[in-house]
Every structure is written in structure tokens, then in C-alpha cells.
């Protein structure tokens, strides 16, 4: 929760934030959310409201799609734009927000083949779990034949 106080010349201001987000993996594509809602935030008298986002891509990213959701949970396709700066592409959302009608979350989904992953080939995990296994046996039993042997040799 980000708190500050604003004593604006105008009735707009602009708050920058450097904000770090996780990404999930869901069904082979990339997915991060950001909580859009801002709804005690408007009232009769400030009934909307503009967000702005710039996310920069520091890997190559594909198939990217933007969505807002609703308090249906049903995702709707928003537009963006797209540039470069250097190496980084650089995508730019606006939002505008009405407190009719509130919006409950930014979807963003991408795919890339510059992204690491960390997953474990599955012909890999049976003969892992079995010499892990085995070696918790043995260590089992080494460690029961230590504490045994002083009491078979009084």
C-alpha cells in the first residue's frame, strides 16, 4: 500500500513508482497482474480517472496482450503501444477508470523464448527421486548401525 500526501496546484498530480513484479507461468504463457482498484479513491465530485503504465521488457517477448477485468472476472482486450529504447521494449498502457464502472485488474500476457525457466525435464525426475531414495536407505542405515553396535559390544 503506497501511502502520500498531496497538496496539488491543479486537481491532477503525477505519482511515479518503480514497482518489481513476479511473473506466474499459466498453460506456457507469462502472466502478471496488477490490482487496478481504485474505487474509494473516486467520488460524485472526481468520478474517474487515468492510469498510466510503462513496463520495459528487458528479454524478448512475444504475443503480448493487455486485459483489464471487470467484477465479472471476464478479460477485456485493451490497447498499447510499443517502442525501443536500445535494447528494451518499452510498452505504454493508459487506463481510464470510471467510478460507474470499476475495473478490478491489469492482465498482462506474453511468451519469449529469452525467458528462463527453471523446469526439470520429466525423464529426469524418476531416476533422481530413486537415487535420492536410495541414499536416504543407506544413510539411514548407517546412522541406525553406529547407534546399535555400542549396545552389542557390552
Not at 48 to 72: G, L, P, V
Not at 108 to 121: K, L, M, R
Request: glycine share 4%; proline share 5%.
Amino acid at each position: 500500500m503506497f501511502h502520500c500526501v498531496i497538496t496539488p496546484v491543479s486537481d491532477y498530480f503525477v505519482l511515479k513508482i518503480h514497482y518489481e513484479h513476479p511473473v506466474q507461468v499459466i498453460n506456457g504463457s507469462y502472466v502478471f497482474l496488477y490490482d487496478l482498484n481504485i474505487g474509494e479513491y473516486l467520488s460524485h465530485l472526481s468520478p474517474n480517472s487515468t492510469a498510466y503504465f510503462t513496463i520495459r521488457m528487458e528479454t524478448n517477448a512475444s504475443n503480448m496482450q493487455a486485459f483489464t477485468t471487470e467484477t465479472d472476472s471476464a478479460w477485456n482486450p485493451i490497447d498499447y503501444t510499443t517502442s525501443q529504447e536500445g535494447a528494451m521494449e518499452v510498452i505504454a498502457i493508459q487506463i481510464y477508470s470510471e467510478r460507474s464502472k470499476l475495473l478490478s485488474d491489469l492482465v498482462i500476457t506474453f511468451s519469449g523464448a529469452d525467458i528462463e525457466t527453471t523446469a526439470v525435464p520429466s525423464w529426469l525426475i524418476i531416476p533422481v527421486l530413486l537415487f535420492v531414495g536410495f541414499m536416504v536407505v543407506i544413510a539411514y542405515r548407517r546412522v541406525h548401525r553406529q547407534k546399535a553396535s555400542p549396545r552389542l559390544q557390552k
